[in-house]
């Protein structure tokens, strides 16, 4: 593990300079470009950690894999799915096309219409954001923050987000407060994290649901597997196909530049580099997991899982 993982990470440090770190929200514009790192968590509780790991960087789109385990043990999965799908879409995280061609719910949980569908769900069911940052501290195992800059700067500009919101609020998807809901969504995506929070969420996700620390029971392994299978199928937006071909591992990335992945039974993962590709994900963060994969036999249909 030790030696693959810093090969992969010299293989993925092979990348940096190329992609690009958002700046359709400001602030994640000065985000270092030039930073990569890794942490893994294994069954036995070791983390393995290597370069940049301990750089705090704002969830985005991976907190929407934290909200739906949150919608589903909350409301169950009858309420949340229907509200969203379960189909990729095929199209980017923020596109707008498919609620007017396929149906008036989104797609899958994953995109930002789905993720924002899903957190008015919660709201409308009288939880609150504050109860859903708690249970992500309980999965962290330690006090969390916002990004307080981050927030701001993306409810100032988060246009494309309010149209999808205020779309749904026309058809019934959201019911509840259409800018209350956006609050908690921008407050969710500018949660601080670090690589090893990644690995540890990875960690219970490998573990079918249960904390790989206490043994202690999270969520069903029923539902973990529902969560990783949306992970495979929807959780790289539209280049999931590729990921799962080059990579095969469950996997959320976010526009932060950070990837929660991992290996069924085995291990979590949590990587981060901001600069990103075309599709959106952590481009660095793709290559070091590519080479992990393929240094170490982790992908989901190879080797002898
Ligand atoms: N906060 C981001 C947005 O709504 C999340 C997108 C992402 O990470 O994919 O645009």
């Known amino acids: 593990m030790d030696q693959g993982l810093t090969d992969a990470l010299a293989y993925g440090s092979g990348y940096l300079g190329q992609g690009k770190v958002a700046d359709y929200i400001p602030a994640l514009a000065g985000a270092p470009a030039d930073h990569l790192g890794i942490c893994v968590l294994t069954r036995d509780g070791e983390f393995h950690c290597r370069g940049h790991w301990d750089q705090m960087f704002t969830m985005q789109s991976i907190s929407k894999a934290l909200l739906l385990i949150y919608a589903l043990l909350e409301l169950g999965h009858e309420k949340v799915f229907s509200r969203v799908g379960v189909e990729p879409t095929g199209d980017s995280f923020n596109s707008i096309v498919k609620l007017e061609t396929k149906g008036h719910h989104p797609l899958n949980p994953f995109i930002n219409a789905g993720a924002i569908a899903t957190m008015g769900l919660i709201l409308e069911e009288g939880r609150t954001f504050v109860q859903f940052m708690e249970f992500l501290e309980g999965l962290a195992r330690r006090p969390l923050t916002i990004d307080e800059t981050v927030y701001r700067s993306e409810k100032e500009t988060g246009?494309?987000?309010?149209?999808?919101?205020?779309?749904?609020?026309?058809?019934?998807?959201?019911?509840?407060?259409?800018?209350a809901t956006l609050d908690a969504y921008f407050r969710m995506c500018s949660i601080l994290v670090n690589t090893r929070d990644l690995a540890r969420f990875g960690m219970i996700l490998a573990n079918d649901g249960q904390d790989p620390l206490t043994g202690e029971p999270i969520l069903s392994a029923y539902y973990a597997t529902l969560v990783k299978t949306l992970m495979v199928t929807c959780g790289?937006?539209?280049?999931?196909?590729?990921?799962a071909i080059k990579v095969g591992m469950p996997a959320k990335s976010g526009v932060g530049g950070g990837i929660l992945a991992l290996v069924q039974g085995k291990?979590?993962?949590?990587?981060?580099?901001?600069?990103?590709?075309?599709?959106?994900?952590?481009?660095?963060?793709?290559?070091?997991?590519e080479y992990l994969s393929q240094a170490l036999d982790l992908h989901y249909f190879k080797g002898n899982q």
């Open 236 to 243: 790289m937006y539209d280049s999931s196909g590729e990921f």
């Open 159 to 179: 246009d494309l987000n309010r149209s999808l919101a205020y779309f749904m609020k026309s058809d019934q998807v959201i019911q509840g407060d259409v800018e």
């Open 267 to 289: 291990a979590g993962l949590g990587v981060y580099s901001p600069a990103l590709d075309e599709k959106g994900n952590s481009l660095c963060g793709i290559k070091t997991l």
